[in-house]
Each structure stands twice: as C-alpha cells, then as structure tokens.
C-alpha cells in the first residue's frame, strides 16, 4: 500500500511491521515522533508490544539488553546527545552479541547546541561493533528496519538504521507499506540462539581474564581476546549475510538489491562524488546538470558503513579518475570518516593495479547549515577540472568565516 | 552460528570456579584461629558471621568453619566482621617461604 508520510513514521512502520516486542526510548529531537507513534500503535492496540518508559537513553538501551538476553525482539531509537548518552551500553550490547535494532535520527552534537542535521552522531559510534546501514529515503527507512531484524538475528549482531534528522524524518514522502503477511514470511518470529531461562539459571557477560579459563565444567571458555576477535570475523561475514538477505527482500517485495553501494550514472564516469544519506540523492541532481555540460561524473552512496563494504567499494571507484567525497561528519583533526575508509579501501587496490584515483574531501552541512545545490555544483565542477595535483586538505562548502 | 552463542560471549553457570581459580588473586590469606572463634570454641553451630559477610560463598557453616582458599580471594571481610577478631589476615608470602 502506497502511503504519503514522514520518514519517522516509515521507520516506525516498520518496526511494527517487524513486530517488536519490546520498545524502550527516551524522546529527543528530531528522533520523537517516531517513539511516539509506536507508542500510538501500543496504546491502540494495533502493534502487540511492552512499551517501557524510561527515565535517558542509557536505561532505554540497559532496558533492550535486558529485554533482548530474555529473547524479545527489542527495539530503541535515539539521535545525537542521547546516542551518546547510551554510549557504554552501545558497546555493551554488540559485545553481547544482541540482536537490537535502533533508529538513529540523525542530528549534530553539542556542543554547541544544534538540534538540526549532519551524521557527526552515528559517526562518532562506528568503532562500537555494531552494523550501521543509511538510508537515503523513506522507502530505505521501512525496508532498512525489517531487514535489519533479519540481519541481526543471523549474525548476532546488533544494527543501527541511520536517516537524516528533518531532512527525512519530518518531510513527508510517498513509500510502499510492505504488506503484513508477506513481511510476516520475510521475517518470522525471533527464535534466539540461547536467552535467559529461570530454570537454568546463567551468568551472562561475566568477567573474563587476559588469558582464557576452563568453565566450571573443565571445558575451556573463551577469553576477551576470542570473544572480539569472533566479533570481528562475524561483522565481516555479515556482509554476505546482508546480500543473501537484501536479495530475498528483492524477491518478496521487489525492491533492494543495493545492500553495500547506490551507483548513479557511474558506468562511465571519470569522476565519482560520494555521500550519505539524503545528501547522495541531492547529488544526483548536480551529476545530471554536469552530465548536461558533457562532464563526465557519477554519484555513489555509502548504504552500509559498517562493516565497510570495502571491496564493492574499491570496485567500484577503481576505474575513475577522482573521487569527490562528500561529508556531514568530521573526525577532528584528520578529515571526514569516510574519506579516511574509502582511501584506505583503495590502497590495497592501487597496489595491485599502479592507479589509485585522487579523492578530494568536502565537509558540509555540519549543524544543518543548508546545503545549497548551486553550491554544490560549483564545488562538483572545480573537482572535476582540478587535476591529481589538488592539495590534499579539507574544504569547506557554505562556511562565513 | 546460533549454536556457537557461548563461544561468541562470555557466559557461565554460577558455581564455583566461575571467573577462574580466584584464589590466585589473594596478597592476604585468612586465618582462623579455632581457640577464639564461637562455633570452634563451643563445638554448636553459632555466629557464623563470616561465611554470612564473604562475598564470593567460600566460607563453610561447619565446626569450625573452613575457608576454601582455591576460591578465596583474600578481600578481608571476614576478619573485618569477625565480633571475636578470630580471623587474621597473613601475608601470602609467608607461606611460599613455608612451602620451600
């Protein structure tokens, strides 16, 4: 069913479509209205679910930990100050191998205070062990949610649905509403490899020694070192997890197929911009005015950022000669994340074959200072016509200084 | 996958041995002294303070009470809490000069 709404209410749908059992949020901006309506869902009866107040963010997530080790499908949402309010449990939780989802409306940190949109939020968390997919519109936003349950629950692994604050989660926007039976076979009832059982009492997460130890058993335990070295072995298998799994939602619901990168008019292109978000579809639009010039340029999206999808990402810029990244985030003191992951995913390529594109780097929109597509072109076309010589260093797109 | 869930977190079944020979953590060791503490001296199961206060259970309601060094890791509650002061926290190093 064809639907006009916001992105907070896609996502939201989604997650009723996904059945949650358990939801625990604390509202901010711009994440509220989202939490609202599944609490809209609950209280009509519509979505069957525990909806659990809670009095921060740090107790919502303590609150899906819980609920998760019991073997409920749990569910949170946050943005910005409250993303990183939840910060010790965000390790916590993927350390526990839980398979939460959590929205993150993204919006900018304090401080100073903003309320309004940039990625420096989720971006800040990407070390944390979780699987991180954007979405660049409301249809990505309900399609991202049920996927992710389907996702985590294979890999035990917990998955963040990042959207843009106001850009996405206030604007409305016409998305297909998966229908309830068929969303029902895609994801069927969260059937947990082990949670809490009051007849076998357990102790979950204990502390474990630099070395590892027998259990009381005498069988030998996993120690630290075992535990976040599978982590890591799991994040990189659950790239093909994602692709199996995006592929059969293809299947079902006829739409996907993109699970790591979106490619727009790149078959040929000798130069690349790169975003995330609602930013990469902005872009699209400055590619066809330069495609209209004869400029021969493209325009990719980051779809999962963690795990990297770094050989699709190689593949993909391998032929060019410039990639232009794009970004509403800013590691301080270096340059924008994904600028960082992109050269590094080209290194080993350029290795292999002598030719490594030049990438330039572009921050933006940082507390929501709006992007101005003339600007965006501008900064587009100088990048197109600067050669491999350009000065590796940050620039800035709409700053009054 | 899901059936490696164990090897994948750290997870066990509370029991002794739990977290590993804790008794390796102890610098001080717990002595009673069987001349002084209640239920030693007057042969009935008393007091019992200590194995009430030990935080890790390694403590025995017996006559006397034993002390389960293998688990024990040497916190001082017990000779904190004793009424009788029948506990006494001795240097581990001086049963090592012992042992040789």
């Given amino acids: 069913m064809q639907m006009i709404e916001s992105g907070n209410v896609a996502a939201a749908l989604g997650v009723k479509l996904s059945r949650a059992q358990v939801i625990a949020a604390y509202p901010i901006t711009p994440q509220t209205p989202l939490t609202e309506k599944l609490s809209e869902f609950i209280e009509a009866g519509d979505m069957s679910a525990e909806y659990i107040p809670v009095e921060s963010e740090h107790s919502a997530l303590a609150v899906c930990i819980a609920s998760s080790s019991a073997g409920a499908r749990s569910f949170t949402a946050t943005s910005a100050n409250g993303l990183l309010y939840m910060h010790e449990q965000i390790h916590w939780a993927s350390g526990a191998r839980l398979p939460i989802v959590m929205c993150v409306v993204n919006r900018g940190v304090g401080a100073p205070w903003t309320v309004w949109n940039d990625h420096q939020d989720s971006m800040s968390q990407r070390d944390t062990g979780w699987i991180q997919i954007y979405a660049n519109d409301h249809q990505q936003i309900i399609d991202a949610v049920i996927k992710a349950y389907a996702l985590a629950e294979e890999v035990m692994i917990p998955v963040m649905v990042c959207y843009d604050g106001y850009l996405l989660s206030h604007t409305y926007m016409p998305f297909d509403i998966p229908d309830v039976s068929l969303a029902d076979s895609f994801l069927p009832p969260y059937k947990p490899a082990y949670c809490l059982d009051p007849g076998e009492p357990a102790n979950l997460n204990t502390v474990t020694l630099p070395d590892v130890r027998d259990d009381i058993n005498g069988n030998r335990a996993h120690g630290y070192f075992e535990i976040r070295h599978l982590l890591q072995q799991d994040m990189i298998a659950s790239m093909d997890a994602l692709e199996r799994i995006d592929s059969r939602f293809k299947t079902v619901f006829g739409r996907g197929g993109n699970p790591f990168i979106e490619s727009y008019r790149t078959d040929d292109a000798e130069f690349i911009a790169v975003g995330i978000g609602s930013l990469s579809y902005h872009l699209r639009d400055v590619v066809d005015n330069l495609r209209d010039e004869g400029i021969s340029v493209g325009g990719m999206s980051i779809q999962l950022y963690r795990p990297f999808p770094y050989s699709a990402v190689a593949e993909a810029l391998k032929g060019c000669r410039g990639i232009i990244v794009f970004e509403k985030a800013l590691s301080y003191g270096y340059q924008g994340p994904v600028c960082s992951d992109i050269k590094s995913a080209l290194y080993q390529h350029g290795r292999q074959n002598s030719h490594r594109p030049f990438v330039l780097n572009y921050i933006l929109g940082l507390g929501g200072r709006e992007i101005v597509t003339k600007d965006l072109y501008d900064a587009l076309k100088l990048s197109c016509t600067t050669g491999p010589d350009a000065p590796d260093e940050l620039r800035w797109i709409g700053l009054k200084i | ?100």
């Avoid at chain 2, 001080?28 to 890790?56: E, F, N, Q, S, T």
């Avoid at chain 2, 389960?68 to 049963?95: H, L, N, Q, R, W």
């Fill in chain 2, 1 to 100: 996958m899901g059936n490696d869930y164990r090897s994948r977190t750290s997870h066990s079944k509370s029991g002794p041995g739990d977290a590993g020979k804790t008794g390796s953590w102890r610098i001080l060791r717990p002595v009673i002294d069987p001349g002084v503490c209640i239920p030693a001296k007057r042969g009935a199961p008393a007091c019992y303070m200590c194995w009430l206060y030990c935080p890790d259970g390694v403590i025995s309601r017996s006559i006397p009470p034993t002390i389960d060094y293998e688990y024990c890791k040497g916190c001082g509650i017990c000779a904190e809490e004793c009424p009788t002061k029948a506990i006494t926290m001795v240097e581990e190093s001086s049963f090592i000069k012992e042992d040789k």
